[in-house]
């Protein structure tokens, strides 16, 4: 290999390590594969016990014919067994790399192309590049297949030193895909144990681990919808479930009191929020830091006739205000020992009702907006 695809292949690693999220870095792998290939487009498998996962599809030919990347769902068949009855199960089972320049020469080793094949929309494999993806510890993670190689145009063979370039690519691949899993079952350790001691102060409140979860998601996906980084509404996804974590100090017979709080009850309650920002404390990591500011502020109002400190509007931070809007709707339409539960309809119209009062505007159309989505979250319909 000369100079230049060393250097290709270097920003390549470069560029997928630098990558932490799992479907990012399969998109940039099918992405980086086609260009090193000079091919129409590649599949990406991931390995999940016997059974291989269909992840990421990307076909140029196709997204001219259909105008989109969004593809995947052409092919009725997600997952299949590890086995010999398909070009990639067989690649995954002998962990060899597997070129079939034409269909001629797949036929007689008792393969077909049948299986990628589009009916109905004009496209045939000509030739196709299946390549394991290994990790430096032996460990299969995947299998990345290239399909119809071309040059000035026309379909060809996939050439020798194309070949060798893919090897080491899938060598960078396989280590990138694997970091990707590593940190992601990371955080979802990290994401239980968050879950896990949240849940201490929603069990002293007498509410399920459920709450915190929801409100986790709602928040997660109101983020989203306001455009917000994906770093914020990772943050977010992770802080939220500290919010109420300074219950725990509360006193047992005013968080389950069923009556209503008397004025003295109710200004011990509001403590809350200070005794979970103090618990939560000062912290040079973003997570906490967050988690601190959603504790602290998640009772302000827009109006400013919240709690403890009446901030207004853009004064409280956003974090805040998104986990407001989600935290009150759970608990409308929650079993609470002094309330009885809110219909969906009822709880929806509230946050609807009091937008530029208790809620940021933005926030709360955020939320209605995706509305039917937060409805499969409760397992409930909308009208």
């Known amino acids: 290999m000369d100079n230049r695809l060393f250097e290709v292949l270097y920003r390549v690693g470069v560029s997928l390590a630098s990558e932490k999220d799992v479907d990012r870095v399969l998109e940039r792998i099918v992405d980086e594969a086609i260009s090193l290939a000079g091919c129409d487009g590649g599949t990406i498998y991931i390995i999940k016990g016997d059974k291989l996962h ?3 599809l990307k076909n140029n030919v196709l997204k001219q014919k259909f105008y989109t990347d969004e ?8 997952e299949f067994q590890i086995s010999d009855n398909s070009i990639s199960g067989h690649v995954a089972k002998t ?5 079939l320049p034409d269909g001629e020469t797949a ?5 077909t192309f049948d299986a990628v094949v589009l009916q109905g929309v004009d496209y045939i494999v000509e030739s196709t590049l299946t390549i394991p993806l290994i990790t430096g510890n ?3 993670v995947g299998v990345l297949q290239l399909v119809n190689a071309r040059e000035n145009g026309k379909i060809t063979p996939f050439k020798d030193e194309t070949i060798q370039i893919m090897k080491f690519f899938a060598s960078q691949a396989a280590v990138a895909l694997q970091n990707a899993k590593l940190l992601e079952e990371v955080k979802k350790i990290q994401l ?11 069990f002293k409140d007498k509410v399920t681990g459920d709450h915190i979860k929801r409100i986790s998601k709602v928040s997660y996906i109101i983020a989203k919808t306001l455009n917000q980084s994906r770093e914020f509404c990772e943050l977010i996804l992770y802080a939220s479930p500290m919010h109420d974590i300074g219950k725990v100090a509360i006193p047992d017979h005013i968080l389950n009191k069923p009556d209503r709080l008397s004025a003295s009850e109710w200004e011990t309650m509001k403590k809350h929020v200070i005794y979970g920002s103090q618990i939560i404390g000062d912290s040079e990591f973003p ?3 967050m988690a601190k500011r959603i504790a602290l502020y998640h009772h302000e109002r827009f109006d400013g006739n919240g709690y403890p400190f009446g901030l207004k509007g853009e004064e409280i931070p956003i974090e805040a205000r998104i986990v407001q809007v989600a935290d009150v709707f759970d608990a409308l339409v929650s079993v609470r020992p002094y309330k009885i539960p809110w219909s969906f309809q009822d709880a929806s119209d509230y946050i609807r009702d009091m937008k ?5 505007p933005d926030v709360a159309d955020a939320f209605l907006q995706r509305i039917e989505l937060i409805a499969k979250l409760y397992h409930q319909n909308v009208e």
């Open 138 to 140: 032996n460990e299969l």
């Open 192 to 202: 239980y144990a968050i879950y896990t001691l949240s849940s201490a102060a929603e």
């Open 287 to 289: 997570l906490f830091q």
């Open 54 to 56: 269909f992840k990421i």
């Open 356 to 360: 530029g009062e208790q809620f940021d």
């Open 95 to 99: 962990r060899e790399l597997l070129h």
């Open 107 to 111: 036929r007689k080793m008792g393969f």
């Open 71 to 78: 593809i995947l769902d052409l092919f009725p068949l997600k």
